[in-house]
């Protein structure tokens, strides 16, 4: 049970075990990456293909992280506070992952060799290409990262900005706190929703410096919304057979989540129709090659997979108010939406590569390696981080509502 502490609150420690989730993480993590170093030297194109892709894909749970939190205090949902603490360490991840972004700007400065997986980066296809060349004022390699350090100060200032207050608030109880951090967060989403669309166009969208989408920054956002609910899911499962939260989550809060999942997939869903839409309807030739490349040889069955595996099943699975109330089955849900996404993420990225002969295009084992090391020592950072502060904020005060919730 949890126990009381001095000041008549309850003690909400972490349990002991996350020190030993943080070690494996950071092990297998530390393992697969020294497998891929190997890959680079066996093959530096198909390592930096898959970095693309591994990259996008972990920056979504930090992301997410943070975007879940701001909506949380703006909403004032009884569904957030009993995660806030596993959103809060989501988001405080993200100064530590700027040392990831550093290999891709490493690539547009051309340190890994003439090759680029940016091919805006590359003078000779600036030189060839009048409309790569007409976006060179933007699409350069000092103003990529000037705008990648923009990005991660941005985002690690509200990070670190809002959960000070939430911890403040946890010591003094003084409950304007809770009025700062709303205000902070109002702010905090538009500055999140602009920063987050421009990294998009970044280190996604600008991997085929023809094709352009006003709303594929809103469709990234979406993506990570979702993932980091998925993931913080399977982590409340965890601590729920552990003290002191299994006295905590009710077959009400999980049913919150489930619906949260089930809106952020309907968000997800209609965002990539309404792109195809849009774009497809207009019919320029800078837009729709981005759509052939990614249906034509096996991209094919990844297009039409994500319409039926990535909505469809999860839609219909979550419509099951049964299932949005049973952690185990919710669990496998969340399972099934983390790998979802990281196909979504690969059918984005690896026909840029591939566009030449996408009929041949294959999976690379560093695909693998790198998204299990990267999401590895993510996780090592994210526990970590976890461990520090007590699992509910004890002086929220819709607290008690939410304690009391069983939905």
Excluded: C
């Excluded at 992952?97 to 400065?109: C, E, G, S, W, Y």
């Excluded at 500055?191 to 410096?209: E, I, N, Q």
């Excluded at 040889?297 to 990844?302: E, I, L, S, V």
């Amino acid at each position: 049970m949890a126990t009381g502490t001095n000041d008549g609150h309850v003690n909400w420690a972490p349990p002991a075990e996350l020190g030993g989730l943080r070690n494996i993480a950071f092990g297998v993590g530390a393992v697969a990456l020294a497998a891929s170093l190997a890959g680079y030297f066996m093959d530096s194109k198909m390592f930096l293909h898959s970095y693309a892709t591994a990259f996008a894909f972990v920056m979504l749970f930090p992301l997410g992280g943070l975007a879940l939190m701001m909506l949380n205090h703006v909403t004032r949902g009884a569904w957030g506070v009993v995660i806030r603490r596993i959103l809060e360490a989501s988001a405080r991840t993200i100064p530590f992952m700027a040392v990831f972004v550093i290999p891709l700007v490493a690539d547009a400065f051309g340190l890994f060799g003439e090759y680029k997986i940016f091919k805006w980066a590359n003078p000779e296809v600036v030189a060839e290409d009048p409309i790569v060349a007409s976006k060179v004022q933007y699409l350069n390699a000092e103003f990529f990262a000037i705008r990648a350090v923009i990005y991660f100060l941005v985002w690690t200032a509200l990070a670190f900005v809002i959960t000070k207050l939430s911890y403040q608030q946890d010591q003094t109880g003084d409950l304007a706190l809770s009025e700062r951090m709303k205000g902070w967060s109002a702010g905090g989403l538009v500055a999140f929703m602009v920063v987050t669309s421009f990294a998009a166009f970044d280190w996604l969208m600008s991997l085929d410096p023809h094709w352009f989408s006003s709303i594929y920054g809103v469709y990234y956002a979406g993506s990570a919304a979702l993932a980091a609910l998925a993931l913080t899911v399977l982590v409340a499962v965890w601590l729920s057979h552990r003290e002191p939260m299994n006295e905590v989550y009710r077959r009400g809060h999980y049913a919150d989540w489930g619906k949260l999942m089930l809106a952020f997939t309907m968000l997800w869903g209609y965002f990539s129709i309404s792109q195809l839409i849009i774009l497809w309807s207009g019919n320029l030739p800078e837009t729709v090659p981005w759509y052939l490349t990614r249906t034509a040889g096996m991209y094919k069955y990844f297009a039409y997979g994500l319409v039926a595996a990535g909505f469809f099943v999860p839609f219909v699975l979550l419509l099951s108010a049964d299932l949005k109330r049973n952690p185990a089955r919710l669990s496998l849900v969340a399972v099934y939406i983390l790998l979802v996404r990281w196909f979504d993420i690969y059918w984005q990225t690896a026909p840029s590569f591939h566009a030449y002969d996408p009929a041949h295009a294959t999976f690379a084992w560093t695909d693998f390696t790198l998204t299990i090391g990267l999401v590895g020592i993510w996780l090592g950072l994210f526990f970590t981080q976890l461990a520090t502060q007590p699992l509910i904020p004890r002086n929220e005060p819709f607290l008690q509502e939410a304690l009391s919730h069983h939905g």
